[in-house]
């Protein structure tokens, strides 16, 4: 991926309540859809450790029951 278009996942629907994210110029952008000015960046390398991480449940201890 590497275009300028912000892609949010289809799991979405037509829901404005998602992260969307874009690849430009070696750097991943995530934005949540409703706060657009508010932009993470960061490597594909660390992005893909998140995911890793959190599929793993390294960080279901920060959830709460009712979320």
């Not at 912000?6 to 799991?11: G, N, R």
């Not at 993470?40 to 890793?52: F, G, H, M, N, Y």
Request: hydrophobic share 40%; proline share 1%; net charge negative.
């Amino acid at each position: 991926m590497n275009s300028p278009v912000w892609q949010k996942s289809s799991y979405s629907g037509s829901s404005n309540a998602c992260v969307e994210v874009r690849a430009i110029a070696g750097v991943i952008e995530l934005r949540e859809s409703d706060e657009g000015d508010v932009i993470v960046r960061t490597t594909a390398r660390k992005l893909a450790a998140l995911l890793q991480g959190a599929k793993a449940g390294e960080f279901d201890h920060l959830l709460t029951t009712g979320v």
